[in-house]
């Protein structure tokens, strides 16, 4: 039996793509094996994918009341097992109890969002023909959606991940054939457990274990893809969606700026910059990366950032005791690229105010703070994905928004200002998916409006009402007949007398001018 470790740097995580291949998960605060899953091949893979389309039809059947109840006694199980799932969550990424106690939030607001709302979001559509060919004609749009949805997640929100789109999609009538991250595939595989078993839900949601080629054969199976992880496995993934013809959803990696200009409440701005930057130990998509401040401000916002920076506690603690802030990274891996970005600004001039390496133990990295930055540097270009905030001092508004734009990432931004009108004007000019003003992260929570990375952090969006549960569903125009008739106009037989009325009713009802109307020559 092959064996891979999850969270060790040696090992392949099930990338082998054998249906004997076993995944060792390992704790990152202290590497302890915390449960081991079974690295699934395209045969499992496929398995599951039968089983979820011989459900499927029974599920879209039960309309979205009858989904919701069950989505219900699905948010009651995880209530009802909160403290345990934290503690599964914890074991297996290394997060603080806080950080992780987060994700249980998300889960019951995106339940409650969507059992609430589904019946309205997917309602038959009536739509208003158009032209004299429609006068006779009943208009519909029906949403009905995909048999099978694929998701695949990374490792940051063992259950907010999964969570985000997959309640929309469930909710929608499909079925979801999750794979978790190869580091974390303990939390899903726990809650889909309780779907299945404890709560008895219809089988229309399971969970495949393994590494990239375990979500390589779930891109095979599906007839949409949900990906949410970094930019190269995006790439890789629309390729083959592309390939399939079947349509995929990107949600992908971010550099968000911070914009902190001189009327901004500064003590405001420094302490959403530390929660912004550290929340998770910066394994957010949506965390500060990089931040640009005003001159006349610099000073005050970097010493009051650093104060509480420097007060944040490290470590993860045990159950329930919310007594650390900051907890590990996740991946040996994504603790060397924080390591670097970090050694690599410091090689070329950064200085550093607070932390700047690794912890003695564990997969632990200090959260830190960086100043006399710039472009050149890696941690302001690309994606650092760690407990890193710096900080650049700027002339004015304009460079602000001229180096946060000197990205190629567009997740979302955030602007600090007490004028509301220039806080505004900034946003309309960042090339960002969202802007959050006087606020860091919010929009992502807020799932009445979309979220959408532009540039390389996406292609789609997740959210944004109706929006977040439809882009799981076809579209289905249904025409019908409003009085019965015989025949239609324009069907055979072609007879001169029938078809030059209907060429001169064309010129009527249709050009612009009396002449024209009339079928006389043009003037000259
Ligand atoms: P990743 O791309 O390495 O992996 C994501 C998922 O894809 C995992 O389940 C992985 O096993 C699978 N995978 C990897 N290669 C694959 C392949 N070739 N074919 C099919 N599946 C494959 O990302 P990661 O390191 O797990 O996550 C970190 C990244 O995720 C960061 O860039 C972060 O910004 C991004 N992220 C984005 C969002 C968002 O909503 N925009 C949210 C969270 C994380």
């Not at 699934?40 to 398995?47: D, I, K, L, Q, R």
């Not at 950032?305 to 996740?330: E, H, N, W, Y």
């Amino acid at each position: 039996m092959a064996t891979a470790q999850a969270n060790t740097r040696s090992g392949d995580g099930g990338v082998t793509g054998r249906d004997d291949a076993v995944i060792e998960v390992r704790c990152p605060a202290d590497g302890r094996v915390v449960g081991c899953v079974p690295g699934m091949g395209p045969a499992a893979v496929a398995a599951a994918a039968a089983q979820l389309r011989d459900a499927q039809p029974a599920w879209e059947e039960l309309g979205p009341n009858g989904r919701a109840i069950h989505m219900r006694s699905f948010l009651d199980w995880i209530l009802d097992n909160e403290s345990r799932l934290v503690g599964i969550m914890q074991e297996e990424t290394g997060k603080s109890w806080g950080d992780a106690a987060l994700e249980i939030s998300m889960a019951v607001d995106l339940i409650n969002y969507y059992s609430a709302h589904a019946a309205e979001f997917l309602a038959d559509r009536k739509v208003a023909s158009w032209g004299a060919g429609g006068l006779t004609k009943k208009l519909r749009v029906f949403a009905r959606p995909y048999q099978l949805v694929g998701m695949l997640t990374p490792w940051n929100g063992p259950l907010g991940g999964p969570m985000l789109d997959g309640v929309a999609a469930l909710m929608a009538g499909a079925a979801v054939l999750f794979k978790p991250s190869e580091f974390t595939p303990l939390t899903w595989g726990e809650a889909t457990r309780g779907w299945l078993e404890d709560i008895g839900a219809p089988p229309v949601l399971a969970n495949v274990t393994g590494g990239p080629q375990t979500g390589a054969a779930v891109v095979e199976e599906v007839d949409m893809i949900m990906f949410t992880g970094s930019t190269r496995t995006g790439r890789k993934i629309a390729a083959r969606a592309g390939e399939r013809l079947i349509p995929c959803s990107l949600e992908l990696g971010g550099k968000d700026p911070m914009i902190v200009l001189s009327d901004a409440d500064i003590d405001r701005a420094s302490r959403a910059a530390a929660w912004g930057a550290m929340w998770n130990s910066g394994q957010i998509c949506i965390s500060v990366e990089r931040a640009y401040v005003e001159a006349p401000v610099y000073d005050e916002f970097v010493a009051k950032v650093t104060d509480k920076v420097k007060g944040l506690r490290q470590g993860m603690d045990p159950d329930g005791s919310f007594s650390t802030d900051i907890g590990a990274m996740c991946t040996p891996a994504q603790l060397d690229i924080v390591e670097s970005h970090v050694n690599d600004a410091v090689d070329k001039g950064a200085r550093v105010l607070t932390g700047g390496k690794r912890g003695e133990n564990g997969q632990f990295f200090e959260p830190t703070v960086l100043v006399d930055v710039d472009h050149s540097m890696l941690c302001m270009r690309d994606e650092t994905f760690g407990p890193t905030l710096p900080i650049m001092k700027v002339a004015d508004e304009a460079e602000a928004v001229r180096l946060a734009n000197d990205s190629r990432y567009g997740l979302s931004a955030s602007v600090w200002t007490g004028d509301p009108a220039r806080a505004d004007r900034i946003s309309r000019q960042l090339e960002a998916g969202a802007v959050n003003q006087n606020n860091v992260m919010m929009s992502t929570f807020q799932l009445t409006i979309p979220m959408s990375g532009w540039k390389e952090s996406g292609v789609g969006s997740r959210s944004g009402g109706a929006a977040g549960i439809l882009k799981f569903c076809r579209q289905q125009s249904v025409v019908s007949e409003r009085i019965h008739l015989s025949s239609e106009p324009h069907w055979y037989p072609y007879v001169p007398r029938k078809n030059k009325i209907q060429a001169k009713l064309v010129r009527l009802l249709g050009a612009h001018d009396w002449r024209r109307r009339l079928g006389l020559p043009p003037r000259r």
